[in-house]
């Protein structure tokens, strides 16, 4: 039974290995737009530059000191240019008119209130199609927040000392003068660069699976179109020797395109993907499903030229949805929930918590579910093959 | 020693459509059987069930003495299933496509290599062994579609329609290989619609007609079947449908039907003495204008157990 089976896959994987467009879209094809990704997003300098808009309605000594602490910020001092809005509304319209990334407002009486020990809060306007600035605003938020919290504490605890409000606020606006300390992670912009540039390398090794494991898988339909799939049902083999052979070629063949392409992005840009016995069972998950999925088409197309229409619009379709192409977060909220339904928005999902550091444990969510759809289409493929190609 | 092949009721529908119909017939040991029977008869049915292709709605084969449903590892190793289309890998080569199947049979690496020669021998290939099965020529692909049937010595070797859309030649070629298997001792099933092929390569002849196996028997057999009946092949000039009906109606002739535009076949005793009525018979719609008669034939036998002709 085991001999039948090497026999079937030893002949499968020397036809694919002749086969020059399927080595392009196992090998060449992931690498090479990986690596495109790769030398958009990565390098030492930042490429682009950050604009963000300050409404200023406050107009006391806390919103001055966070700007001249963020212009006197090395890492930022080159890339960040900051623009006066008079009321959030105008803040807006920039930001939508793409003239600015982000804008920050501070409310009126922000000074006052923070200094008085009651807080406050600033709003933050972002946009999608600016990341960068957005992660550079919201960076400055959360410092200006740890701030606003730490002063309103030690007000509050002056007060409860004893000691009389006005010398407390006077107490305040001196040091006031000399600004909070505003500081910045190192290069706030380096986190997200590094994670799109990951995304798009697994998004690329994702995507490509379907099409690699689907070579093999539609390869079935060809052996029934030439009859030679008949003389493999005639033989002395098990029924199920001719799927099970491709079956296991193509999940071989797809896993070793999604690794080399995985390794392509870790050698040569120097990227992380996390913890790599994750990232492979979570990726071996990913390619069961892509498997079963294609397995299913195979079991009810009815020409190898058909199977590859209906892969390639599954591979892309999923491979959109689930933000193989673009980050999920970028969708409008109902794509976004389509993107549950596909193996791919899991597999997208579980490889960027593992970039931020998650370990398996993290993932075992999405490995849980990817494996799921692998079983309900394997399954609904077993049950095609037992009527049609194996009847 | 058990028969090659023993099959009991075979039955297959086809949706609504009963495609084979009970049909029952056993081969012996070193046995060559025609399966005679226009397109459509059933015969690809039969024989894709009784080689595992196809699972039967009713009815058990048993492959030298083995249960194909109890025991279908032992019953498939023992049948050599030639299919009725080309069945090769055209991008390999002959013998690349002979390693790939005769490897499927289990067979051990030194013996597989001899087989191949063999075969490759046999079937008149072994200079064209390293050639893409691509390029072979229509009547090449055929002699190796039947060669890779071959590698593993099975008892029995199921031949569907192996000369159809090949050129005199070839198809010599190939019934001149068949003979020499069949004297070699291997048990046969060969299906047909060509009357010539089945009465040179077979003994026993099975005759299938809309799913039923209407007659079976040596050719002797089914001839005698026809009596003393000729076959008489009238020319005629004028409203053939109408001739036949005519014809059909005169005393001892038991069939008659239209054949192509011009001409009606009929089955007569004493034909010579009967052209007399022929010519009454069919006159005021149409005139004769030749006259052929034939010795009782297969063909002959298959007009008169089915009421149609083998071929338009
Ligand atoms: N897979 C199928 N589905 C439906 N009908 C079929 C199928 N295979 C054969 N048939 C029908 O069954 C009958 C017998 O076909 P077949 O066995 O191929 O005849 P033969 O080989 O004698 O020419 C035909 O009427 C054919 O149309
Ligand atoms: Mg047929």
Known sequence: MLRALLVVSGHELRSRLRDGTALLIALVAPVALASLFGLALGGEDPPLRASIGIVDLDGGDFPTSVRREALATEELQDVLTLRDYADEEQAGAAVDDGEIGAAIVFPPGFSDSVGAGEGGEVTVLTSDSTPLAGVIANSMVDQISALVEARTLAVRASLDAGVPADEVRLFVEENGAAGPTLTLDADPMAGGKVDVAVHYASGMAVLFAYLVVATSTRSLLTDRQLGTLSRLRVAPVPQWTPVVGKGIVGFLLAMTSVCVTWASSVLFFGLSWGDPLAVLVLCGAHVLAATAITMLVASNARTDAQADGYNLGIAFVSGILGGSLVPLYNLPEFLQTLALFTPNGWTSTGLASLAAGGDLGSVVGPIGVVCLIAVVAGGLAALRFRKGLLG | ?312
């Not at chain 2, 009991?8 to 012996?28: C, M, N, P, W, Y």
């Not at chain 2, 292709?53 to 003495?65: C, E, F, K, T």
């Not at chain 2, 569907?160 to 004297?183: F, K, M």
């Open chain 2, 1 to 312: 020693m058990t028969d090659a092949l023993v099959c009991q009721d075979l039955t297959k529908r086809f949706g609504r459509h009963l495609a084979v119909d009970s049909i029952s017939f056993t081969i012996e040991r070193g046995e060559a059987y025609g399966l005679l029977g226009p397109n459509g008869a059933g015969k690809t049915t039969t024989i894709s069930m009784l080689s595992g292709l196809l699972r039967p709605d009713a009815g058990s084969v048993h492959i030298a003495g083995h249960a194909l449903t109890q025991d279908p590892r032992a019953a498939k190793a023992r049948i050599g299933y030639v299919p009725q289309e080309i069945a090769l890998y055209p991008e390999l080569t002959g013998r690349e496509n002979l390693r790939y199947f005769g490897r499927l049979y289990g067979l051990p690496r030194r013996t597989l290599q001899n087989r191949i020669a063999e075969v490759l021998d046999l079937v008149g290939l072994t200079d064209r062994a390293d050639d893409k099965v691509g390029d072979y020529s229509g009547g090449m692909k055929r002699r190796i579609n039947i060669g890779a049937a071959l590698l593993h010595e099975p008892t029995l070797l199921v031949l569907d329609e192996p000369t159809v859309g090949v050129d005199p030649q070839s198809r010599n070629a190939i019934l001149e290989g068949v003979d020499q298997l069949v004297a070699a001792g291997m048990s046969l099933l060969y299906t047909s619609h060509y009357m010539e092929e089945v009465e040179r390569v077979c003994k026993r002849v099975g005759i299938i007609d809309k799913g039923r196996l209407v007659a079976e028997g040596t050719k002797r057999e089914l001839v005698s079947r026809l009596g003393t009946s000729d076959r008489v092949e009238l020319v005629l000039d004028g409203d053939i449908t109408a001739a036949a009906e005519k014809l059909r109606a005169v005393d001892r002739v038991t069939e008659a039907v239209p054949t192509g535009t011009s001409s009606v076949r009929l089955l007569a005793e004493g034909s010579r003495h009967l052209l007399p009525s022929f010519i009454a018979a069919v006159e005021g719609v149409a005139t004769i204008t030749g006259v052929e008669i034939t010795e009782p034939d297969l063909e002959a036998a298959f007009l008169h157990l089915t009421g149609s002709t083998l071929r338009d």
